[in-house]
């Protein structure tokens, strides 16, 4: 099932944790340990504990990290996008900016909390903020 190799520390006892598939999770939103449980309860309200295996999920510190990313990526993808649509199309300019502001609302808050759930699950995964402390 999973696949973990223990680490002898002189102070704990922790284990590897896949990256990967700990961020595959995180972007389905569910539990970065089960990956069944639900990791959000609300739009970006992180839960305390996994309802299905009881992990304990109030470590996280993802503070700022996921809207910069969101704003990161947003950016990357509309910047470029409203300059290829404004020189081949030359659409009046109260269409584009209502097309490119829904356009980048919907993909931020589509972003955002997959990108929180990313980044839990890496911190998990990387036995950071106290994820790795033995129970």
């Known amino acids: 099932m ?3 190799q223990m680490v002898q520390d002189p102070h704990q006892v922790t284990e590897e944790r896949p990256v990967w598939p700990a961020l ?3 972007w389905r939103r569910k539990c970065p340990n089960c990956g069944s449980g639900p ?3 609300g739009y970006l309200k992180v839960r305390d504990h996994c309802p299905v295996c009881r992990e304990e999920l109030h470590h996280h510190r993802a503070d700022d990290g996921p809207a910069y990313l969101t704003i990161l ?3 990357h ?3 470029p996008s409203l300059l290829m649509v404004f020189t081949a199309f030359q659409p009046e300019p109260l269409v584009l900016f209502t097309c490119f502001a829904i356009g980048t609302v919907a993909l931020s ?3 955002l909390p997959r990108l929180k759930g990313a980044l839990v699950g890496f ?3 990387r036995l950071m903020h106290g994820f790795g402390k033995s129970r």
Do not use: P
Request: charged share 25%; glycine share 10%.
């Open 123 to 125: 911190q998990w995964a």
């Open 24 to 26: 595959r999770r995180g």
């Open 73 to 75: 990526i947003v950016g």
């Open 109 to 111: 808050l589509y972003l």
């Open 77 to 79: 993808l509309m910047a």
């Open 39 to 41: 990791l959000l309860k």
């Open 2 to 4: 999973k696949d973990t």
